[in-house]
């Protein structure tokens, strides 16, 4: 895959960062942690330039991250209560819990898509449950640029620091992932104990 990628950017320039980008929210198995390092590298070497390479990969993130944004919107809360009055007691979910995540989603959301965007693998999806939420789509549009921006000034900016050597940054994202990953499944499996927990206390009272 990683050859595919590097040739199709050099072959389309600006415009196969941009498709590729916004594929990659899309379709998250393609990894920006290649995409724009090496965009990074192409700078040093034709006429893409760093500003150029972040402002195509940015619009592509948004892109893509607007699509999902309108799939969330297909799966919002009424969709979600059907599914719950039918596989609730298989789930273990109720309506309350839908309620009160989606009330979550609406305090802390803006700052949750903001922090994911620098997330491998949930800078995309994230987009889903600010759909599902219904979250404003011009603050939505407004942190995911940010963010999304944020992310891809780092990643362009060392892949044109390193020229040739760009692939390091990837072993180095890849630790980062991992990192990130085991925190997110701790913290995942710890809410759910602390979720069956008071569930089971509540059942018994």
């Not at 948004?62 to 297909?74: E, M, N, P, S, T």
């Not at 994230?126 to 999304?148: D, E, K, Q, R």
């Not at 925190?183 to 809410?191: D, Q």
Request: net charge neutral; hydrophobic share 55%.
């Amino acid at each position: 895959m990683e050859n595919w990628i590097t040739e199709f950017m050099e072959q389309y320039g600006y415009l196969g960062i941009f498709l590729i980008i916004a594929l990659e929210n899309i379709f998250p198995p393609i990894p920006s942690e290649i995409v724009l390092p090496f965009g990074g590298f192409m700078t040093t070497y034709s006429n893409l330039t760093v500003p150029g390479v972040i402002l195509a990969a940015t619009c592509g993130s948004v892109v893509g991250a607007i699509i999902l944004y309108g799939i969330g919107l297909l799966l919002d809360v009424e969709r979600l209560e059907k599914i719950v009055d039918r596989w609730g007691y298989i789930l273990k979910i109720t309506k309350e819990d839908i309620h009160k995540a989606d009330n979550w989603f609406d305090r802390y959301g803006i700052w949750t898509v903001l922090f994911c965007r620098v997330i491998p693998l949930l800078r995309s999806l994230i987009s889903i449950p600010a759909g599902m939420s219904n979250m404003n789509f011009v603050l939505f549009l407004i942190f995911t640029t940010i963010g999304s921006l944020v992310w891809n000034i780092f990643l362009v900016s060392v892949g044109a620091g390193l020229g040739e050597a760009w692939p390091l940054i990837t072993e180095y994202i890849d630790i980062y992932s991992k990192i990130i990953y085991a925190v997110i499944a701790v913290l995942v499996f710890a809410a759910i104990i602390i979720w069956y927990f008071f569930r089971f206390r509540r059942s018994k009272s």
